[in-house]
């Protein structure tokens, strides 16, 4: 029977969602969405490494471990630690948005050049995505982007706020649907919603439980009627200090919302959402 699980690790400040897919072969594939470790602090790191010990993998194997390894939006606290976790584990595919030049980004995006440009590069491919772009199975799970639109060759969505520019992804396995949300900020989501089923299952908190992620201007929850809550769990990878995500308005909602099924990384560490396609539970833990 296929699995996928999503694990939100805790990275302290910032995002880092590991993605296991077991396929009805008993094969599995491997998938990475942001990272912000530091060279102080490295928990995206530690957590593959002792996953993969676990899995009797070697870890900083020639082989390349993932299958894609996506950016969501171009701020730091999303991709600070991307380049070493692709010099170390490697990736068939690189997904990006388009965005406004930084340093760190260009940065970025140059090493993933440089390496899809060699014959046994870490990065085999490179590709810039939004609402229209097709992207492989990952084991039995399909994907769909749901954010941002397409846009002008070099031009981004939101020259001026990334997390317009952030990513959604739709995950599906079976009857079951992950939304993973990056920092999406709430303008965006009246247009993002209505591709979203209603089987909807494990919901990404966009922007780490910020207010304007999930309340627009007026405060209306533009989100309402999305969560189930018979069956949604929804997870945030908080960012405490210096920003104060999640911000109490939106834990009342979720709380309010879905009751108990909301879990955060300060408080519940590595959370994983798991489903084989027609159940679903979460765990979480320290390692």
Request: include cysteine; charged fraction near 20%.
């Amino acid at each position: 029977m296929p699995r996928l699980t999503v694990t939100l690790i805790d990275v302290g400040a910032g995002d880092s969602l590991f993605i296991e897919a077991e396929d009805r072969q008993g094969a599995t594939s491997y998938a990475l969405i942001d990272s912000n470790d530091e060279p102080n602090w490295r928990s995206t790191e530690i957590f593959l490494l002792r996953h993969l010990q676990r899995r009797q993998l070697a870890y900083g194997s020639p082989n390349r471990l993932f299958e894609f390894v996506l950016l969501t939006h171009a701020h730091s606290d999303h991709m600070s630690g991307l380049k070493r976790l692709l010099q170390e584990l490697g990736t068939e595919w690189f997904y990006y948005p388009e965005s406004a030049a930084s340093v760190e980004f260009a940065n970025l995006i140059a090493y993933v050049t440089r390496s899809a440009n060699l014959p046994n590069g870490r990065v085999r491919r490179h590709q810039i995505v939004n609402n229209q772009t097709q992207l492989p199975p990952l084991g039995d799970a399909s994907l769909h982007v749901l954010w941002p639109p397409p846009t002008p060759a070099g031009q981004p969505y939101d020259p001026g706020n990334p997390n317009n520019n952030s990513v959604v992804l739709g995950i599906r396995l079976d009857r079951v649907k992950l939304l993973l949300s990056g920092d999406c900020e709430a303008p965006n989501w009246p247009q993002i919603l209505p591709s979203i089923r209603p089987t909807l299952r494990f919901f990404k908190v966009p922007h780490h439980g910020a207010h304007n992620g999930l309340f627009d201007n007026q405060g209306n929850a533009v989100w309402n009627g999305l969560l189930n809550a018979a069956r949604t769990y929804a997870g945030l990878s908080t960012h405490i200090s210096p920003h104060g995500h999640p911000d109490a308005n939106v834990i009342q909602a979720l709380e309010a919302a879905i009751g108990g099924r909301v879990y955060r990384t300060d408080n519940n560490y590595h959370v994983t959402f798991e489903t084989r396609g027609r159940t679903e539970k979460v765990k979480f833990s320290r390692f």
